[in-house]
């Protein structure tokens, strides 16, 4: 470095930045953020209203359990209520604040661990399987766009429930954060191919029609230079019986959990009892 020249100083997130972009939010993510977690009330103008807003969620989320999110439209739903178009802003203001309630309910709540509590990885190997099946039930859920739009409550419940665990794992803070992450990560990566062949299923194709395009792309690999070692995987084969995607998925988690386990012995925390 030359003489006279400060080092570069680099910047860390911290909570209190955290905080100060909060106060920053942008006015429509704020009103979203309230009428998600606030409740929703229909307009008082004009006639008693038909639904309550749960219905209207209740009818969004079977459309989109048909036909993927991008079929939820205004439109959409209230047709199925029977309602015009303009009615249902009476319940909702926006398209966005319904695609919000609509996300939330779809994502439900965590598994719950009551007392006598098991042991931390097993509460995390429930809680990630449990989120697998999730997503594989509701595969739109895992097309959503990484845009700007509040977190719900049910959202937060599953963070909750995850973070519980791994305190009791003897983790603390900015740990528990991390963690989280990585479990959450693997949980969604390694969830891609059960939640492809689930988008299948919903669109009429068959388990083998699916299996027999997706293995016809992956044997692409076989003889082009540009994908030797992955070549070498399809051709190695397996030694014994092959392992489902179920098992695959558990394998992989269960390495993810050595890992944390390692990682909380080496720190010398002492696990909750």
């Not at 309230?34 to 459309?63: C, H, K, M, N, Y």
């Not at 739009?149 to 954060?177: F, Q, T, V």
């Not at 082009?224 to 030694?239: E, H, Q, T, V």
């Amino acid at each position: 470095m030359a003489a006279g020249k400060k080092p570069k100083k680099t910047h860390k997130l911290t909570h209190h930045d955290m905080m100060q972009a909060a106060v920053r939010v942008d006015p429509e993510l704020r009103r979203r953020s309230a009428l998600l977690w606030d409740g929703q009330t229909p307009s008082t103008r004009g006639p008693r209203a038909a639904f309550t807003p749960a219905d209207v969620v209740q009818i969004a989320v079977e459309i989109a359990d048909a036909d993927g999110l991008s079929a939820v439209t205004m439109h959409a739903v209230s047709a199925r209520l029977g309602l015009t178009t303009m009615a249902l802003y009476r319940y909702f203001p926006s398209k966005e604040t319904l695609l919000d309630a609509v996300i939330d309910a779809g994502t439900g709540q965590p598994p719950r661990f009551l007392e006598p509590r098991t042991g931390w990885r097993a509460e995390v190997t429930t809680w990630s399987l449990a989120k697998r099946a999730l997503l594989c039930e509701r595969p739109w859920l895992a097309e959503l766009p990484f845009v700007a739009a509040p977190h719900g409550p049910n959202w937060l419940l599953w963070i909750e429930a995850i973070a519980d665990s791994l305190s009791r794992a003897g983790l603390r803070g900015e740990d528990i954060g991390q963690m989280l992450s990585i479990i959450d990560g693997y949980t969604r990566g390694a969830s891609d191919t059960a939640v492809s062949l689930a988008r299948s299923r919903a669109r009429g194709i068959s388990e083998a029609e699916w299996a027999a395009g997706v293995g016809a792309d992956l044997g692409r690999a076989i003889g082009d230079a540009r994908f030797p070692n992955f070549a070498a995987i399809i051709n190695a084969g397996s030694s014994g019986r092959p392992r489902t995607m179920e098992e695959s998925f558990n394998f992989g988690l269960q390495r993810v959990l050595d890992g944390i386990e390692r990682y909380i012995k080496e720190q010398g925390t002492p696990s909750a009892p």
